[in-house]
């Protein structure tokens, strides 16, 4: 069974960083994009970032140039860098991957973490 835990979530001042981590179990990691969403107050679920299984990446607008994603394999860790935090960035950040290899869909999500940023 699959399984995502996000973790690097906090409170964190304008301007600031954090790096978020998610952990996959389950299953070989290597073979599956992951990806960031998140879910502000009163809004709907957005895409974030993703990373491919060659590591491809791709970015929502509003976070390029400020936020990174990564993977290690080795680890069976998908990383998203953030910097330059604003208080539109407060949310809960979740990961999710596919259910299978070689696609770009999200089937298996994470239980979040909350990312604060206070003005």
């Known amino acids: 069974q699959v399984q995502l835990v996000e973790s690097g979530g906090g409170l964190v001042q304008a301007g600031g960083s954090l790096r978020l981590s998610c952990a996959a179990s389950?299953?070989?990691?290597?073979?599956?994009?992951m990806g960031w969403f998140r879910r502000a107050p009163g809004k709907e679920r957005e895409f974030v970032a993703s990373i491919t299984w060659n590591r491809i990446t791709n970015y929502a607008d509003s976070v390029k140039g400020r936020f990174t994603i990564s993977r290690d394999n080795a680890r069976n860790t998908v990383y998203l860098q953030m910097n330059s935090l604003n208080p539109e960035d407060t949310a809960v950040y979740y990961c999710?991957?596919?259910?299978?290899?070689?696609?770009?869909?999200?089937?298996?999500w994470g239980q979040g973490t909350q990312v604060n940023v206070s003005s």
């Open positions: 999710a991957t596919s259910k299978l290899a070689y696609q770009l869909t999200y089937d298996y």
């Open positions: 389950g299953r070989p990691f290597r073979s599956y994009a």
